[in-house]
């Protein structure tokens, strides 16, 4: 029993499932993250949890109620929009007390939480200003301020950075974080971007075409992919059939493998020709050096082995130079990091 | 022409150049080029401009030279005094605004809603709904009238209809009230042609938001919808109103002179049998211009404020 | 909500059909009536009154009147507007500014007024006797038009990147001329079919300059309803029928050309 619990809701326009058999639970002051590649239906998910789409099938629960035919304004749900969609009309200010006035709540218990929440988002200079005044960023933080002053049970966000540049974008996910950590709130944030989802997920949902492929802790999704698929959309791994794992490491095992770029080791001898089972819990293989990329921290590798593709991924140490392109190295992979699928 | 021709040709060494020394010389040959390319550009637009001067600001001075002449060619301010001194002509220009703000009113008030259903229409149905209405705001003067008297004159079929269906009180189209209603057909089309563009700022993000936070249909019209909207609703309401002032063929069509309306007073003034007075006419239609002139600045002075 | 939206629409929609339909009905349903008096709709229906019109010379003067006039407006006002347009935005801000003003300005002052001023000035007092020929009509309908080609036009380049194109072009050799006939103008055919449509509408509805300053010397189809007016009802009917036809073909054909070009 989740403080969230969404049990077998599914959505269809016209015969064509958005999503279907969507199972998920949110613990109380947790973030989670729904990422999947765009198209995969979350943005829809999200809407019908808001109550802006009327999902065909399922239920969905807060703290054991059921709000699933509840209209939006009665589910106790906040919402941040992709676009922001502040309103143009009113200042920051207005913008945050207009929900507050519509709880008919007296006037100076809502001035006190507004400016009280446009103090924790850093605004107070802005206050009196309008959106179209305010920079992507600023607009971001009205956006959530005007979510998180009616204290909702639920929190959503609807690629909230996908509009704001790279450095706001970081910035921002800290802020994001930090605002949990002091008032704390219960969100559902859907993003494309794994990297954010692994850093501001407390739980990660992976969803692809319309199910969610699967749910765990950031640590969990990134380091044991529970399919093919999750594997090369959150890890970037390494997927080999069968028929490819025997010509490399001349052992044919009975599953495809997912290695992570970064599980490959560069072995310091060439001293065997072709690839070989050192013991039961060893492999290497030849590879020659084809391309690489600065990722910063680590450096990417292409590699052509046996006329198979790998991405290796080396950590970038300043005092050891790139290898050129065209350098035969020898590979070698420890067991333990091979995860079968 | 060739300046046309030649401008890439000479823009060419400057891109491939560089050497030092003759770093003035490209610049300053850039600069004549560019300004070839724009006095080329300006006599495209010359035709235009001739036409122009000639056929729309020519026409507007000759009327407001006119008003303040006499007939022996004397500068006086007479014309003025004798239409402003005049009821008759006064109640001309009482009758016109009432028209013309109903008239503006009705086609707001019924345009906006339609405009914004539109709004969720797939496009094709949009551009469809849009170019018909565009094309239906030329229906004017005699076709309209003509219309109108067909279908709610004195035996037309909707007037039989609502006589049978025992509605009590027919439209009578030949009143000023009936002037109201005929304008409004083409006010609404207008409306919905204005109106549209300016709802694409209402979006669909907005509106959810609002509901969201709790807020009713009614409340998000009125505390978001309308304010957005304000600016564009007045500039609207001036324009139809402005169309609504000056037009002619409509009410001459349907009321003939009967009506007292500016615009038919000046054509009578123009080119009655009777009351000719080409001076008195430009008058009038020098005042009914800056009836229309004076909103139209208002309105700018208004936009200007609200956006420091 | 979509369900209740859907509905919303029917309705709009058919209101707005009724809208433009009705009127067109009724004279259509006038014009071919047989005795239409007292009743709500017609006892039948006959061919006598619009083979009278169509027998008229007058009728075929005026039509063929109207189409010289509204076909020579179009024409006129396209060649002088696009080109200036599209000057005016791609190299001189300031005359966009003011042809901005300019082409806005007929809304905002009635033609009547206009009318007037024509009137004076090219009654051959100063030298040039225009009023009573087809010319004043043709030129004098350019300033009423211009907006019709000047506002979609501009709504269409504000989509597209004037500047960056035309140093694009000049990359790869081409010189401003063939960059504004094969890279810009093709960007704004849109806006140009709209408006060559609203401004052929225009001239062929318009009713205060003819009047005023051609009148009988040059009748077009909306002088010879002023004239059949005194008359029967019929006739005018018939030539509004005709009039509404050739309009609405012609609107129509604008639809699907726009709906083909979207695909």
């Known amino acids: 029993m989740g403080y969230i619990e969404i049990r077998g809701l599914a959505k269809r326009y016209d015969e064509t499932p958005v999503f279907e058999s969507i199972d998920l639970d949110v613990e109380r002051d947790e973030m989670c993250v729904l990422v999947g590649p765009s198209g995969c239906g979350k943005t829809t998910l999200l809407r019908a949890i808001a109550g802006l789409v009327d999902p065909d099938d399922g239920r969905i629960a807060i703290d054991g109620r059921d709000i699933t035919r509840l209209p939006p304004k009665a589910r106790g749900i906040g919402m941040v929009m992709q676009q922001y969609a502040l309103f143009p009309n009113m200042t920051v200010e207005q913008n945050l007390a207009f929900g507050l006035e519509q709880q008919k709540l007296p006037a100076p218990e809502i001035r006190r939480r507004v400016a009280a929440m446009i103090e924790l988002v850093g605004l107070q200079a802005r206050a009196r200003a309008r959106p179209n005044a305010l920079s992507g960023g600023q607009k971001q933080r009205v956006a959530l301020a005007r979510a998180l002053v009616l204290e909702p049970k639920l929190l959503l966000l609807d690629e909230p950075m996908s509009a704001l540049d790279a450095q706001i974008r970081k910035r921002l996910r800290d802020e994001l974080k930090r605002l949990q950590r002091e008032i704390g709130f219960t969100a559902i944030m859907v993003t494309h971007d794994q990297e954010e989802a692994l850093v501001v997920g407390d739980r990660i949902a992976v969803m692809q075409s319309g199910r969610l492929s699967q749910i765990g802790s950031p640590h969990n999704v990134y380091g044991a992919p529970a399919s093919q698929e999750v594997a090369s959309f959150i890890g970037d791994f390494n997927i080999l059939a069968p028929a490819a794992v025997e010509r490399l490491f001349r052992h044919r095992p009975g599953r495809s493998w997912a290695i992570h770029p970064g599980a490959f080791e560069i072995a310091a001898h060439r001293h065997l020709n072709g690839g070989a089972v050192l013991s039961s819990d060893c492999f290497e293989a030849d590879a020659t050096v084809a391309g690489m990329q600065m990722l910063g921290p680590v450096i990417r590798y292409h590699l052509q082995a046996e006329s198979i593709a790998l991405k290796m991924d080396v950590l970038n140490r300043p005092s050891h130079g790139p290898i050129a392109p065209g350098s035969p190295l020898r590979i070698r992979l420890s067991a333990a990091d091979v995860r079968e699928i | 022409m060739d300046g046309e021709s030649r401008a890439p040709s000479l823009t060419l060494p400057r891109s491939g150049g560089g050497q030092a020394g003759t770093r003035l010389g490209p610049t300053m040959q850039g600069l004549s080029v560019r300004s070839r390319v724009k006095l080329c550009a300006f006599l495209f637009a010359l035709p235009l401009l001739a036409i122009l001067a000639l056929f729309e600001i020519a026409p507007l001075l000759a009327i407001a030279w006119n008003s303040l002449h006499d007939d022996d060619g004397l500068i006086t301010l007479a014309n003025y005094a004798e239409i402003l001194g005049s009821r008759f002509q006064r109640s001309a220009f009482v009758t016109s605004v009432l028209v013309s703000a109903g008239s503006a009113g009705l086609g707001i008030l019924i345009g906006l809603p339609v405009a914004n259903i539109l709004r969720f229409m797939p496009v094709r149905l949009q551009q469809t709904v849009l170019t018909y209405a565009n094309i239906g705001s030329n229906f004017t003067g005699f076709p309209l009238a003509f219309a109108f008297i067909i279908m709610f004159g004195l035996s037309g079929s909707f007037t039989l209809l609502l006589a049978k269906l025992g509605i009590a009180g027919h439209l009578d189209i030949y009143s000023t009230a009936g002037l109201v209603v005929v304008y409004a057909y083409l006010q609404v089309q207008l409306a919905i042609l204005l109106l549209f563009p300016s709802l694409g700022a209402i979006t669909p993000e907005i509106e959810e938001m609002a509901t969201m936070v709790g807020a009713s249909r009614l409340k998000f019209w009125w505390r978001i919808g309308l304010p957005i909207l304000s600016p564009s609703l007045i500039g609207s309401f001036i324009l139809l109103f402005a169309n609504a002032m000056g037009t002619y063929a409509t009410a001459y069509a349907l009321v003939g002179g009967n009506a007292n309306l500016v615009t038919l007073r000046i054509g009578e003034l123009a080119a009655g049998d009777v009351y000719s007075d080409p001076q008195l006419a430009d008058t009038l239609a020098t005042l009914l211009i800056l009836v229309l002139i004076v909103p139209v600045i208002v309105e700018q002075a208004l936009l200007k404020r609200s956006r420091p | ?263």
């Open chain 3, 1 to 263: 909500m979509t369900k209740h939206g859907k509905d919303a629409q029917r309705v709009v929609v058919g209101l707005f059909v009724a809208l433009q339909v009705l009127p067109v009905l009724s004279v259509a349903l006038n014009a071919f009536a047989t005795d239409w008096a007292g009743s709500i709709l017609p006892e039948g229906l006959t061919w006598h009154w619009a083979g009278q019109i169509f027998a008229d010379p007058r009728f075929t003067l005026a039509l063929r009147n109207s189409l010289v006039i509204s076909f020579g407006a179009m024409l006129v006002s396209a060649a002088v507007t696009i080109p200036a347009v599209l000057a005016g935005h791609c190299y001189l801000p300031s005359l966009d500014r003011c042809l901005g003003a300019l082409v806005i300005l007929p809304y905002a002052v009635p033609g009547i007024a206009l009318a007037l001023g024509l009137m004076r000035i090219y009654s051959g007092q100063y030298g040039v006797q225009l009023n009573g020929t087809p010319w004043v009509l043709i030129l004098g309908y350019v300033p009423l038009g211009a907006s019709f080609y000047y506002l979609p036009i501009k709504n269409n380049l504000r989509a597209v990147p004037v500047r960056e194109l035309i140093e694009a072009g000049h990359l790869v050799g081409a010189g401003d001329l063939a960059i504004m006939r094969r890279v810009i103008l093709p960007a704004v055919i849109r806006g140009v079919v709209v408006g060559l449509v609203m401004n052929f509408a225009l001239a062929i509805s318009e009713f205060v300059y003819a009047n005023l300053l051609v009148g009988g010397l040059y009748p077009t189809l909306q002088i010879f309803m002023n004239v059949l007016r005194q008359g029967s009802g019929r006739l005018t009917s018939v030539v509004v029928t005709v009039y509404f036809v050739v309009v609405w073909i012609l609107s129509t054909a604008v639809v699907a050309v726009m709906a083909r070009r979207e695909d």
